[in-house]
T-cell receptor
Framework: DTGVSQDPRHKITKRGQNVTFRCDPI?????LYWYRQTLGQGPEFLTYFQNEAQLEKSRLLSDRFSAERPKGSFSTLEIQRTEQGDSAMYLC????????????FGNGTRLTVT | AQSVTQPDIHITVSEGASLELRCNYSYGATPYLFWYVQSPGQGLQLLLK??????LVQGIKGFEAEFKRSQSSFNLRKPSVHWSDAAEYFC????????????FGSGTRLLVRP
């Protein structure tokens, strides 16, 4: 169990630019989740995948956001035309399928939009 | 709708003192409940979870939590706090439909006095 890995750890970008983050889940986990955490708040659910299928998307995920998990392994989260309000920590988590399997979180990608 | 309330934004305790962090939830059915800990700039680490059975659950690092259905609470406790416990603590309730996503509280920051 090598844990959930996220890359990069930090990203600073100018408003209007596109950014992409990567998440590598724990290898035997078929569920993958993206959360967003703003300063002083708990994480908020964005979307989740079961294998390669994106099964749910939060209303927080505007049309500028897109997530993929093409082979059911790693996932990418892209934000187009970034805005200052997108500045946050983006957390990825994974789990096995099953109601008794807890989420394991990565260390997150801190995005700062200037 | 599911929700989690952590009424204490900050708590300061002396090293060696006991600790209790409060968590109240709103959920229409029997909840799945979690406590996570987050150190600065890091992801979330699972401390403990409650799914069913014994309402007093033991976790890592000497933490325990008690599920009280009548009070809709899941408070976290530790009998003797160590300086390394200083961190942010999040309570979460699991939405036990097909998505298994978590709803988080806004967190309690624990400060430990030497």
């Amino acid at each position: 169990d090598t844990g959930v890995s996220q890359d990069p750890r930090h990203k600073i970008t100018k408003r209007g630019q596109n950014v992409t983050f990567r998440c590598d889940p724990i290898s035997e986990h078929n569920r993958l989740y993206w959360y967003r955490q703003t300063l002083g708040q708990g994480p908020e659910f964005l979307t989740y995948f079961q294998n390669e299928a994106q099964l749910e998307k939060s209303r927080l995920l505007s049309d500028r956001f897109s997530a993929e998990r093409p082979k059911g392994s790693f996932s990418t989260l892209e934000i187009q035309r970034t805005e200052q309000g997108d500045s946050a920590m983006y957390l990825c988590a994974s789990s096995r399928q099953g109601t008794d399997s807890p989420l394991h979180f990565g260390n997150g990608t801190r995005l700062t939009v200037t | 709708a599911q929700s989690v309330t952590q009424p204490d934004i900050h708590i300061t305790v002396s090293e060696g003192a006991s600790l209790e962090l409060r968590c109240n939830y709103s959920y229409g059915a029997t909840p799945y409940l979690f406590w996570y800990v987050q150190s600065p700039g890091q992801g979330l680490q699972l401390l403990l979870k409650y799914f069913s059975g014994d309402t007093l659950v033991q976790g890592i690092k000497g933490f325990e939590a008690e599920f009280k259905r009548s009070q809709s609470s899941f408070n976290l406790r530790k009998p003797s706090v160590h300086w390394s416990d200083a961190a942010e603590y999040f309570c979460a309730v699991g939405a036990m439909d097909s998505s298994y996503k978590l709803i988080f509280g806004s967190g309690t920051r624990l400060l430990v006095r030497p």
